[in-house]
Each structure stands twice: as C-alpha cells, then as structure tokens.
C-alpha cells in the first residue's frame, strides 16, 4: 500500500502538478490525524470500561 501512495506522490511531482500534490499532501494528512483521534477515542473508552469494572 506505501508503495501505491509513493507512485502516486512520484507521478504528481514529475508533471508539475503542484496543486494537485498540495491535495493529496493535505488528504494524507487528514487521514493520519483522523486516524490518530479514532485510537484515542478507543483507548479512553477501554480505560472508562476498566475504571467502571473496578
């Protein structure tokens, strides 16, 4: 899959599509930051569930 992503990156960068690099970029980021507060969510809500099992 990183490999698909970076061919994509790759291809943008050599027919000078900055904008659309600029897109994908802030895409990429979205789904990392998005990512990132799914796993928190889910680790707050196993530590309420083990508070509340005590």
């Known amino acids: 899959m ?5 061919h994509i990156r790759r291809r943008l960068l050599k027919n000078n599509k900055i904008g659309r690099y600029l ?3 802030i895409g990429e980021i979205i789904l990392v930051v ?3 507060l799914i796993a928190l969510y ?3 809500y196993n ?8």
Request: glycine content about 4%; proline content about 5%; charged content about 25%.
């Open 2 to 6: 990183p490999s698909f992503f970076h």
């Open 23 to 25: 897109q994908y970029a």
């Open 34 to 36: 998005a990512g990132i």
């Open 42 to 44: 889910i680790n707050n």
């Open 47 to 54: 530590q309420q569930e083990k508070k509340k099992k005590e």
